[in-house]
C-alpha cells in the first residue's frame, strides 16, 4: 500500500491502481464538493468474499497541488469527530495529504489498533513515506472535558522542537477563535503526545511536527469544530506556501 501511495505523490496514478490492487485496495479521483478540489482516494476495495475490511485507512492527497503539509488521524471514532475535523482540514488549503486510521483505537486488545503508538502499521508506514519528501505534519486528537477541564485544546511540538513557530501560530489563531489553549512547547500540559510514535519519527527526521488535542465541546458542535479547522486553515496555508 505504501508503495502505492508513493506512485501517486509522483504522478504515476495508473501504475499506482495497478500496485494497490494487488492488496485489494483501490484509487479514485474524488471531487470535494465545497473546495472543488481533486483528490485522489486510496481506500480499502474490499475485494474478499467475506467482505472484511482490515482496518488500513484510506489517505487522500492533493490532485491539484504539489503536496507539502500532511494532516493525520489516528483515531477515527474514537476521538470523535477528528475523522470530520481532518477532512475540513484538508479541504482548508492546496497541497494537503490526509492519512486516516481505519480501526477504532480499542478494536484489538492491548492497544494494537493504537497507531499512534505502534511502528508496525500501514498508518506509520504510509507517514514515514511522507516523511522522506520532508512534508511538515499535523495530528489531530480529542481528550473527554473531564480529562483536562481548564483547556479547550492543547498545542504540541510532540517529542521534537522544529515547529515551534508553528505552534505558536496555531495557538495564537485557537486563541483569537476563543479557545483556552495549553501551550505545551511553553510549560507542562497534560496530553502533550510526547511518546507519539509518529511525533518521535519526525523528530529523528528533523521535521515540523504538531500534535493537537481537542476537547469534546469542541469537537461535538459544528460551528466550533468549524472553528478549529478555520485555525488551523491558517497554518496549513503557511506550510503550503513553503
Partial sequence: M?????LVMDGHIEEARTKLA???FSLQPIED????RRYAEVADAAARSDGANRGWGRVYVDLDAKPAWIVQVPHPVADQNTERLGAQV???APGGVLVLAGAHRNAAEGGAADVAHRTDSVFHDVISELMTRRLPGL????????SFPEFDAVVSTGAGDRAVSEAKL???ELDRRGLDVCRAYTRKCRLSGSSNEQGMLAAEEKLGFLHLEVSRRNRISDEQLGQVAEAIGVLTQRWAKG
Avoid at 2 to 6: I, K, L, N, R
Avoid at 33 to 36: I, L, N, Y
Avoid at 139 to 144: K, N, P, S, T, W
Fill in 2 to 6: 505504501t508503495d502505492g501511495v508513493a
Fill in 22 to 24: 494487488q492488496v485489494d
Fill in 33 to 36: 464538493s465545497v473546495s472543488g
Fill in 90 to 92: 484538508l479541504r482548508g
Fill in 139 to 146: 495530528q489531530l486528537h480529542g481528550f473527554a472535558n473531564s
Fill in 170 to 172: 496555531l495557538s495564537k
